[in-house]
């Protein structure tokens, strides 16, 4: 038997929160993958997809581009996401990082 692996590619403008598990083969670009998610093997995750927070998607899985996934095991719950959505929150979440930041150096 010959062991084979898959090199992990994560696209540009990808947010991956918190105590997640990532051993996914393929994450597009402007994915936000929510806190404590676990990503399992050979999952690929197209463009512009929002993972909920505590998602749990199966090994093999395929997300397709403009999705929502949430639960255990994550599902599509809403396909056809707007790309200036996931651009909304990109922003917000920079915005409260930023936020956060500027608190911290001034205390």
């Known amino acids: 038997?010959?062991?084979q692996f898959s090199p992990s590619i994560i696209?540009?403008?990808?947010?991956?929160g918190k105590d997640c598990v990532i051993e996914s083969s393929w994450i597009g670009s402007s994915v936000y993958i929510g806190d404590g998610c676990i990503i399992?093997?050979?999952v690929t995750i197209k463009?512009?997809?929002y993972i909920e927070a505590g998602t749990i998607i199966a090994p093999d899985t395929v997300i397709p581009p403009f999705s929502r996934v949430r639960g255990c095991?994550?599902?599509i719950v809403e396909e056809g996401l707007m790309p200036e959505s996931i651009a909304t929150i990109f922003v917000e979440e920079c915005m409260d990082s930023f936020?956060?930041?500027v608190k911290a150096i001034e205390n």
Do not use: Y
């Open 1 to 3: 038997d010959q062991i």
């Open 11 to 16: 696209g540009s403008h990808t947010r991956i």
């Open 40 to 42: 399992s093997k050979r």
């Open 47 to 49: 463009d512009c997809c």
């Open 73 to 75: 095991p994550g599902k």
């Open 99 to 101: 936020s956060k930041f």
